[in-house]
């Protein structure tokens, strides 16, 4: 008897779920020498802008444990690497190893030595109740079983923890047809011309459209476990930077 895989999203396709993660490490096999480059010319600097209130807003002191999950190049690790000193941790994760070794190759070339891990956010390494932060910066949505990643969070998460989740939303409607254009026309021939891959980001624009919009994520936040859970509309809700805690 043949059994028939589940299906899910990987950008408007719709594919059986055990290809989505072989599928979404190929995009970025192919563009994580260029990542950094592409998010400083796609978004005309605002990541940066968007990450430092991330940061700003996890509250981390020194002594804390922290957990980057899908942190790619390691932007978020290296401030929290500064914040929790000599006495916490950063652990630099990622379920790709191209990502993850420009990743930890970024960061030595600075000074700066972490543990890194290739893992799946659906499947954490981490005994429950370790870190008192845990972030998530544009990886969620790339990820097949996000209500299974939540709960994976909230597990290793001490009680009185944080999490944060920085990811692409939905726009404010008034710019909607705007976004749209710069979505599915600029961001694949930025691709192609600088990343060498138009497809790779037409997938990221098709991505951002099929991710649950900011009340979806804040009630799966809620349903994973996390209370106080809120939301902070970034840039016209073109980003917006989900919280929550642990009891």
């Not at 970024?106 to 972490?114: E, P, S, Y």
């Not at 026309?185 to 930025?190: A, D, G, Q, T, Y």
């Not at 060498?196 to 099929?210: C, M, P, T």
């Amino acid at each position: 008897m043949i059994t028939m895989s589940k299906l899910t999203h990987f950008g408007f396709q719709k594919i059986g779920e055990h290809e989505k993660t072989e599928k979404v490490a190929e995009v970025f096999d192919r563009v994580a020498t260029r990542y950094d480059l592409m998010n400083d010319l796609m978004s005309g600097g605002l990541h940066r802008l968007w990450k430092a209130f991330a940061v700003s807003q996890a509250g981390v002191r020194k002594g804390f444990r922290v957990l980057d999950v899908a942190g790619g190049t390691g932007d978020l690790t290296r401030s929290f690497s500064k914040q929790v000193g000599a006495e916490g941790e950063v652990w630099l994760t990622d379920i790709n190893e191209t990502m993850l070794q420009q990743g930890r190759d970024r960061l030595l070339n600075k000074g700066i030595v972490v543990p890194v891990m290739v893992c799946d956010a659906e499947d954490l390494p981490f005994p429950d109740d370790y870190f008192d932060r845990v972030i998530v910066s544009f990886g969620l949505r790339n990820m097949t079983h996000k209500e299974k990643a939540l709960s994976e969070m909230n597990r290793v998460l001490k009680s009185g923890g944080k999490l944060l989740v920085l990811e692409f939303s939905k726009v404010w409607k008034p710019l909607q047809n705007l976004y749209d254009m710069y979505s599915f026309s600029v961001l694949p021939w930025l691709g192609k011309h600088v990343a060498k891959s138009a497809d790779s980001y037409r997938y990221l624009a098709e991505s951002i459209r099929v991710h649950p919009d900011q009340a979806t994520l804040q009630k799966m936040m809620e349903e994973a476990g996390f209370v106080c859970a809120r939301f902070f509309n970034l840039t016209a809700g073109v980003v917006a930077l989900h919280t929550g805690m642990k009891l």
